[in-house]
């Protein structure tokens, strides 16, 4: 597995993401949740991206990290308006993840992150916080993140970025490895469509040399090659695909015009 920088620690280039995917309150799907975190930890990745508005997930990522914490860095999000609903989601996500650190919180969507950003910079003074980020889906909110980048109040900033969503290429990216923000690509393959929903069978061949067996790798290694990118977090409900997502952190920097044939068979057999 590859590390590379996220402010001060070294983080997996494949982290796991949990929109959706740990939403779960059965035994049964607990313990699947369970079996993916084993096969992080046994995939060395060990970034856990979570949020409030995840429904059960912060509870689920506690619960199946019990006993480990200390292998993993984890992250969450708020997601309100107001100092007291926020600063009280905050102290939920402590609770729920069953600790006393969480090493990164981002503000999810830029909701209300005029007001969250004082918490959360006082939460980082005493220790509780490691880290600030902020995160956004939509083009319209990177010129407003730019401009919070170049104050140097928030260390990460998690955008959507895959072979077909690179509005982020223009400003966002080069702002970051100019500051050395850490970047984290949500939606490797937007939502799993990119991979699940083709119509026709994309050719490997090409990418054969450079250790790609799937198409998921495929666009996760997009993503990755990148260097301002830190780390991608693709979701997945199924322990199996870990192992697949995470030997993409494993593989070589595709060159440009492997990256250009990449986005081109997405479109093709979109
Ligand atoms: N605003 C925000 O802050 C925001 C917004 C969106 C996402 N995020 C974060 O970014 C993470 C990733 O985004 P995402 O979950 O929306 O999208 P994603 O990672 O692009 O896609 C997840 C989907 O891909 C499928 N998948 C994963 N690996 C696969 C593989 N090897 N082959 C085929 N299908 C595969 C999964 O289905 P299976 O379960 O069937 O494997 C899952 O449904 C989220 O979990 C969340 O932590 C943040």
């Known amino acids: 597995m590859e ?18 995917t740990f939403d779960v309150t059965s035994d049964e799907d607990i313990a699947v949740r369970s079996h993916i975190v084993d096969n992080c930890l046994s995939n060395d990745i060990n970034l856990i991206d979570c949020a409030s508005a995840y429904g059960n997930a912060e509870k689920v990522v506690g619960i199946t990290t019990q006993g480990r914490r200390d292998k993993f860095y984890m992250a969450s999000k708020v997601r309100t308006e107001g100092k007291e609903a926020g600063e009280a989601q905050i102290a939920q996500s402590f609770e729920l993840f069953q600790t006393d650190y969480i090493d990164l919180y981002q503000i999810h969507n830029m909701i209300d992150w005029k007001t969250h950003l004082p918490t959360l910079e006082a939460q980082k003074e005493e220790g509780k916080i490691g880290m600030i980020g902020v995160t956004a889906m939509v083009d319209e909110a990177y010129p407003e993140i730019v401009e919070l980048m170049k104050t140097g109040r928030i260390d990460t900033v998690q955008i959507p970025y895959n072979v077909m969503d690179r509005e982020v290429e223009k400003e966002l990216l080069p702002t970051a490895e100019e500051l050395g923000t850490g970047i984290l690509v949500m939606e490797p393959l937007k939502k799993g469509r990119y991979v699940k929903d083709l119509k026709s069978q994309p050719d490997l061949t090409p990418l054969a040399e450079y250790g790609i067996e799937t198409w998921a790798q495929a666009l996760l290694s997009w993503v990755l090659s990148v260097p ?32 250009d044939y990449v986005r081109e068979e997405t479109e093709r057999c979109l």
């Open 3 to 20: 590390y590379r920088k996220l402010g001060n620690l070294e983080i997996s280039t494949i982290g796991l993401g949990t929109l959706r």
């Open 228 to 259: 301002t990118v830190s780390t991608t977090i693709p979701a997945t409900s199924r322990p199996e695909r870990i192992n697949e997502n995470a030997k993409a952190g494993t593989l070589d920097a595709l060159p440009q015009e492997l990256r």
